[in-house]
Each structure stands twice: as structure tokens, then as C-alpha cells.
């Protein structure tokens, strides 16, 4: 499908509802092998007022989850982001990067992922977030290992 950047198509990001843990889970499957932690559908279910959807016109084609953090104050985790592969390539992760960096802001909170994707890593550094080092080195261990990285709020 062919995008005119001039003129595009209407996004939307909205909080998931139990009616679309299919699509999150299909998203969630369509990711490259070992780049999300397992969730099952359960688990999803029980944790969907966490999830967001990107909707392309009337089309789920990404999500992700935005976890706040008790054990840490003021801090909220992305994770969970998925864009269908068909939509791979067209900005769609920078367009919920800049929302959940945006959400962050207006709720004074310190934006977290841990990942061991490499095109994240690269996005994550330059948006200008830092990795953590040891802030936060026991939530990146308990992710088998996968690099931290922070965006402190700019409030």
C-alpha cells in the first residue's frame, strides 16, 4: 500500500478495550522471534486498561503497553510495541514513541523500555534517551538480560 506522506491517513491511538485483545495478539505475534516477552491471552485480558492501539483509519495495525511502575516513583514502561510487519517502514513506531514520550510528560513521569531490538536502541538514543546503567539494573535482569533505556520527564 502506497502512503501519501502529503496528504496521510487519519491515526489514531486509543485505549485497548477487551474487544481488541485479538488484534494484540496478532500485532504481538507478528514480531520478529525473542523481540517481545510472552504474554498469553489471559494475561493480556487481565492487564488490557495498560494497552494502546495505533489504528490506521478503521485498521489495528500496531500496539503497545504503558505499565506504571510502583516500584519505582513517577516511572511508566513502554512495552509491547508492535506494528504489523505489512506496516513496517512508514514512521509508525516514531508516532508512538512521540505519544508515549508526550503522555510521560504531561504525567511529570519517567519514561522506561527495556529491549534488545536494535532499531530501538537506535531510536531510543536519538530521541535522547539515555541508557540506564544501573538505575534500574534489577527490572533489566528480570528481562533476561535486555538493555535498559530512560527518558527522564522534561517537567
Request: glycine share 6%.
Amino acid at each position: 500500500a502506497f502512503i501519501n506522506f502529503m496528504n496521510p491517513p487519519p491515526l489514531s491511538i486509543i485505549w485497548a478495550e477487551s474487544h481488541h485483545v485479538d488484534d494484540i495478539v496478532r500485532i504481538r505475534e507478528s514480531a520478529p522471534a525473542n523481540r517481545l516477552s510472552p504474554l498469553s491471552v489471559h494475561e493480556i485480558q487481565i492487564c488490557i486498561k495498560e494497552f494502546f492501539i495505533l489504528a490506521l483509519e478503521q485498521e489495528i495495525i500496531g500496539c503497545f503497553r504503558l505499565l506504571s511502575l510502583h516500584e519505582y516513583t513517577n516511572t511508566l514502561e513502554l512495552g509491547s510495541l508492535a506494528v504489523d510487519p505489512f506496516h513496517w517502514w512508514h514512521g509508525y513506531s516514531e508516532y508512538i514513541l512521540n505519544f508515549a514520550e508526550e503522555y510521560a510528560d504531561k504525567e511529570c513521569m519517567t519514561l522506561i523500555a527495556v529491549t534488545d531490538n536494535p532499531g530501538l536502541e537506535k531510536k531510543f538514543l536519538a530521541r535522547g534517551w539515555q541508557d540506564s546503567g544501573d538505575a534500574y539494573s534489577e527490572r533489566a535482569l528480570r528481562s533476561g538480560g535486555k538493555r535498559l533505556y530512560a527518558r527522564l520527564s522534561k517537567f
